[in-house]
């Protein structure tokens, strides 16, 4: 080319959840039957939606309307509604010109960091998921920032190291959050959050937090929303209906800002963010539509109820499945539905495999091993023995070695010998070198 028309921050571009797919695929050919352990759908993974909420779909699908454009921050009607759901839940007091949707969360992530200046940076955490990690990466053409979820204290976030890093680098701007986390599964406390919110007040910075699992908690674990705890601190609360419904094909979620009226730098922030969604029109019409509908259905809260009573159970035979093996690190998944294992420090080496008979499935293991992370080598083993396809944890923007699995096989017997099995091939690759 003429010129180097590559952005600076294109390799820090990186979605490891979609790019083992590649890799599982090319042992596909070779006769392994894939079981897909590596995304969160849990359409793919066989969950049936109810007939009700289909029902509700289809008859808003007759409206013409539904086929039209709606209004760039999204229809009028569905942000009143969740305006009044959000002040019912939470204490800070917003209107429906505080909410803007967007084709998924992936669209508003990469506008919430794409608007911000080069220069300045969002710390996020470290097991991190990788739309947020790589799109605030990408905008600043530079690494991630980070600070540590702690997988001994039940992958809460490390505050001191939060504060030292915010108090130590003056381009951190604002704080990113998941809670419920993704990867680790992770429910925070709401002292947790409170001292974020701190940190956050303390030296003017804004949060942001992916709320997408909000209503996805369990083994007695509430995930308190930002809008409870943020006070007079500027934020962005993220949600959709992709993992809640489930519904992730609709590509429909939308943020809630807090306090943009306390701060006119903040404000003006948020008003480039919506004229960067104006430059596209507007989000898709027919999710929205349907969404006070189906949201304040009578049968909404049973159904949440129960899918949070299924992930409960799965979590806790995972759990007691993995607790004792000597060489990792696990907690007991409370909300969304993934679990990630971590490997001790000493635990892996580049001489450990697993037994492979097919010669093509072992030279091509063989292959793709040589010169990886230590926990993809894992992952690319289990994967030629059973074909279980998980994602390595260093793919997260993080230095620990584990891989995160999920919790979504709806074939109670199959979901409890994949982790059986995951459990034998654990324990036999540790003692294999």
Known sequence: MRNNIVSPGADELKYEIREIVAVAKEFGRLGIEVIWENIGDPVQKGEKIPGWIKDIVIEASREDMTYAYSPTKGLEATREFLAQLANTNGKVRITKEDIIFFNGLGDAISKIYGQLRREYRVIGPSPAYSTHSSAEAAHAGAEYISYNLDPRNLWYPDLSDLRMKVKYNPAISGIQIINPDNPTGAVYPKEVLQEIVAIAREYDLFIVCDEI??????????????????????????????????????????????????????????????????????STTLPQKVIPTIFGDKRFPGHVEQ?????ERRSNVAYDLLKDIKGIVVNRTNGAFYMTVMFEESALNGRQSLPVKDKAVK???????????????????????????????????????????????????????????????????????
Do not use: H
Not at 259 to 271: L, S
Not at 307 to 311: G, L, S, V
């Open 213 to 282: 699992y909000i209503n996805m908690a369990y083994n007695g674990k509430r995930a308190v929303p930002l809008a409870e705890v943020i006070g007079d601190v500027c934020g962005i609360s993220m949600k959709g209906i992709s993992k809640e419904l489930p519904w992730p094909g609709s590509r429909c979620g939308w943020i809630e800002v807090y306090n943009q009226k306390e701060d006119p730098v903040f404000a003006k922030y948020v008003k480039s963010i919506l004229d960067d969604k104006m430059l596209e029109v507007c």
């Open 363 to 433: 030279d091509l293991v063989e292959k793709i091993t040589d010169n990886v992370a230590l926990d993809k080598r894992f992952v690319y083993y289990l994967l030629a023995t059973t074909g279980i396809c998980v994602v390595p944890l260093t793919g997260f923007n993080c230095s620990l070695k584990g891989f995160r699995i999920t919790l979504l096989e709806n074939d109670e017997a199959r979901f409890e010998q994949i982790f059986r099995t995951v459990r034998e091939k654990i324990i036999e690759y540790l003692k294999s070198a």
């Open 307 to 311: 899918r949070n009573k299924r992930y």
